[in-house]
Every structure is written in C-alpha cells, then in structure tokens.
C-alpha cells in the first residue's frame, strides 16, 4: 500500500523542478550540518591568529594574542553540539572511542576534535595562564581565589625559569596546533571532497578552500570580538595590533578567493555532464547565497573595502568603521559559503535532470531557533572565560613584595 504524503512532503513536492528520485525530495543533512563547518572554521582561524604571536614572532598582535585562543577554546567546546543533536542517538557518540572505525573520516572525528581540544587547546591555555592564575589568586577572595588556585592545579612556582619553561612549552604546542587546526577544519573539506557521487562536493581543492576560508572567518570574529570589547571596556584601541589583523585578513581573503575562483574555473573548463544541472542549481536556487550574500557581499565588498584602505590614509575612526562593516560581511559570506556546500550539495539529483528544495523549520531541532541558540552560546561560552581569565593585563600582574621576597629567599 502507498503511504501517504506527508503535509512537509507535499510542500516540497510543490518546489520540485524536472525529474529527481522520491529519496532525493526532502533534504537530510540540513542547517545543523551547516553550523558544524562555521563553528570549527572560527576555532581554526583563531588559533591561527594566535600562533602568528608565538610561532612568528608578530609583535603587534600580542594584545589580542590571548583573546584568540579563549575564542578558539569557546568555539570549540560547542562545536560537537550540532552533530550531535543531528544524531537519532546523541548518547552513543562516546562509542566512536570505544569501537573506533578507522577507515571512517567521519568517525574519526572524535579523535581529532579530543586531541585538538585536550592535547593542544588547553595545555597552550594553562600554560600561557599558569603564573597569571597563581598571582591573581594571591590578591583575591573565596570563590575565585579557589578558582584560580585550581585551574593553576594548586601551583606555587612563579619564577623566571618556570615562566620560561612555559614559554618553551607554548611555543612548541603552538607548532604542533597549526598542523592540528589545518587537519580539524581541513578534514571538514576533506569529507565533502572525497565524495565523489556529488560533482558539487567532488572536488581536490574542496580541503584547502574550506581551510583558507576558516582562517578568514576566524581572523574576522577576532577583530570583531577586539572591536567590541575594546570601547566596552573603555579602553583605546591599538590601532596597529587592528591594521596588522586587517592586513592578515586581507592577504587571506585573496588566497580564499583566488582558490574559490580557480575551483570554479576547473569545473567549467572539464565540462562534465553534470555542468548542466550546476549551473542551473547556481542559477534557480542558490543565486541570492551564492552570488549575492557569498560572492558580492561576502568576499568582493570587503575585498574593495580593505583595498580602499591599503591606498588612501584613512583616519583612525573611518579605518575602525570600515574593518568593522568588512568583519560583519566576511561572516556572512562565509556562512552562506558553508550553506551552499551543505545545502547546495542535496538539491539536485543524482539523475543530473531535477532539481529539489530546503524548507527549513523554525522550531524543532532541525530547526533556526536551536541553529541560532548554537550559533550565540560560543559567546556566552566566551563571556565565562574571560571573566574567570581575563585576556589582558589585569593590574595585578606584579608580585606582592611579600611574594618576591619568598622567591628570592
């Protein structure tokens, strides 16, 4: 007996163009799915900031060389969320340890986000903090002089040669995280590109594309973050640590354009029998995302933007106000970037001669609302951490006369 249509499904069917296959109707991996790259691309982008301080030697971007990694820390704890609430059964992701696949990218996964959380995040985070968590500790009351006391694991030693150990030791996990953040958010790319069913993911670049534009959106939600911040604090902004990030994101955007640009470029001029069914996806479904928000708005705005900056002196203000417009559309762009991947990808059919449509709920856990809720509790995430550890000097940094005379004796 044929089993009714449901009222989502008939809705669907209205939108449906040519001849697709009835598995192909509704959409499966849906803005959930979207969210997952957006959020591991900023945690790579903001670890890749933060690096250019300890690996590089960029002087100019020690101010925000500790908000990066917080930012990154933050990102990256609520990443996991959108797969996992994706999944019929949340509860059993803990078995992708116990029986590890590892023939499967997607499951391994789950090693790759533990050994970039455990192994690399946190201990560059404690060992960067360490000496501040013991000297703040000393100059505070119940709770947070417990607090401290044991995120610093109860540590006493604050001497010079303890705090060069750490230097030591940071900039060698820093050397190590940068191939980590390559291989977290490059193995996004890599998934969508190893499928090789779907012309639109199939790709040898897609890796590499997904990688330069997770630098990009990440060196952008730092500036974004600094931006705001900054004038919340009433403090100055140090307009040379902006210029620098502005420059990094500048030469970043052009990479990720070029690489975009080449991509599409290879696509047409190999001309397989799928060209005709993608041209006609970019140009019925995804023309406002794709050429509009991602292109225009996201990538050629902001490009003419900081191109603008680069040529004329701006004063400081007009400079602050342009970056900041330029940050708010790179986002965007980037986000309709990971749209039109995911999204994109499902919306035409495997027979290359239809093409179907995305409704997206608004409750639900498919649906906005829990999408938004994700997208805003990395910031609160955030929020907590640099109120329990704060990115800048506090204006307790020095020892007690009292703590310096212990040392020294």
């Not at 059919?349 to 239809?354: E, P």
Request: proline residues 4%.
């Amino acid at each position: 007996m044929t089993q009714p249509i449901t009222q989502h499904l008939y809705e669907l069917l209205k939108h449906v163009e040519g001849y697709i296959y009835p598995n192909e109707i509704e959409i499966h991996w849906s803005i959930l799915i979207v969210v997952y790259p957006y959020l591991t691309g900023l945690v790579a982008g903001a670890f890749i900031l933060a690096s250019l301080v300890k690996v590089f030697n960029v002087k100019e971007l020690q101010s925000v060389y500790r908000l990066s990694l917080l930012t990154a820390l933050a990102f990256l704890l609520i990443a996991p969320l959108p797969l996992l609430l994706h999944l019929g059964h949340p509860e059993r992701a803990f078995e992708i340890f116990l029986n590890p696949n590892f023939s499967s990218a997607m499951a391994m996964f789950g090693f790759v986000y533990a050994w970039y959380l455990m192994v690399v995040l946190l201990l560059e985070i404690w060992f960067t903090y360490r000496r501040d968590l013991i000297v703040w500790s000393e100059q505070e009351s119940f709770p947070m002089r417990f607090i401290h006391r044991a995120l610093a694991l109860f540590s006493n030693d604050v001497s010079d040669s303890s705090a060069a150990f750490d230097r030591k030791v940071v900039k060698a996990i820093t050397i190590i995280g940068i191939p980590s953040a390559f291989l977290l958010h490059g193995y996004v790319g890599f998934i969508f590109g190893s499928i090789k069913a779907n012309p639109w993911w199939s790709s040898v670049l897609m890796p590499i594309v997904f990688l330069f534009s997770a630098i990009v959106s990440g060196i952008a939600l730092v500036i974004l973050l600094y931006m705001i911040i900054t004038p919340y604090r009433k403090e100055k902004t140090d307009m040379k640590c902006l210029d620098q990030m502005a420059s990094f994101l500048f030469y970043a955007v052009i990479i990720d354009f070029s690489l975009e640009l080449l991509d599409f470029i290879h696509r047409l001029y190999e001309s397989e029998e799928s060209i005709k069914i993608l041209s006609e996806l970019v140009m019925n479904k995804l023309f406002v995302s794709l050429v509009i928000i991602q292109i225009l708005l996201g990538m050629l705005i902001p490009l003419g933007i900081m191109i603008s900056i680069k040529l004329f002196k701006f004063e400081e203000d007009l400079r602050k106000l342009l970056y900041f417009v330029s940050v708010i559309l790179i986002q965007l762009g980037i986000f309709a970037t990971r749209w039109n991947v995911v999204i994109g990808g499902q919306m035409f059919s495997k027979s290359f001669r239809g093409l179907t449509t995305f409704k997206m709920d608004i409750g639900g856990i498919e649906g906005l609302l829990v999408s938004l809720v994700l997208l805003v509790l990395p910031l609160l995430v955030l929020a907590v951490l640099v109120k329990v550890m704060p990115p800048w000097e506090k204006g307790s940094m020095k020892l007690t006369e009292s703590r310096v005379s212990g040392e020294l004796a």
